[in-house]
């Protein structure tokens, strides 16, 4: 069985790591174990100059995976410099482990996703846009969607309705 990815999406600025960290602790009490691949525009590095993993990979090595008792990381170097492949990054998850993949970006994927929309931030969704929304999370009462408006303050209720969707998978 595959796990289930579901993307948050929305406009920079709106909140969604900030709504993830909040959500992903919900889940967990009840009993969800999630993932998490988080989409960046920025050039980013988790390695160390110095470090033995760093310097094997600056030597050449197009894959490193660093490994302890507490934690393992895959660092995979893109030289063509394309977009990451959602579905390649999901498979390389622990499909065991994990009940469900939240995604933080990717917002052209298609695959399920929950749109965030907070008054000030970004523009007004347009739900014709993408046929993958199956909610949106915002701090208005949206009027004329045919999807469910949840309350992006309250996590606990974006987690009661991805554990709904969850047991329909």
């Known amino acids: 069985m595959t796990v289930p990815i579901l993307g948050i999406v929305a406009a920079s600025g709106t909140g969604k ?42 030597a050449g090595a197009d894959q490193v995976i660093v490994a302890s008792r507490q934690r393992w990381a895959l660092i995979h170097e893109t030289p063509d410099n394309r977009q990451p492949d959602l579905q390649l990054l999901a498979s390389r998850m ?27 931030c970004g523009k007004y969704p347009f739900l014709a ?3 993958q929304i199956i909610a949106i999370a915002s701090d208005l009462q949206l009027a004329g969607t045919d999807v469910p408006c949840l309350n992006i303050n309250n996590p606990a209720e974006i987690a009661g309705f991805i554990r709904q969707w969850l047991s329909g998978k």
Do not use: A, W
């Open 129 to 131: 846009d993408d046929d």
């Open 17 to 58: 790591t900030t709504l993830l960290k909040q959500l992903i602790p919900v889940l967990k009490q009840q009993g969800i174990n999630p993932g998490l691949i988080k989409h960046t525009h920025h050039q980013m590095d988790i390695d160390i100059p110095g470090k033995d993993s760093y310097e094997l990979r600056k």
């Open 94 to 120: 622990s499909q065991q482990t994990l009940d469900i993949i939240l995604v933080e970006g990717f917002k052209q994927e298609s695959v399920p996703k929950i749109m965030l929309y907070r008054h000030g």
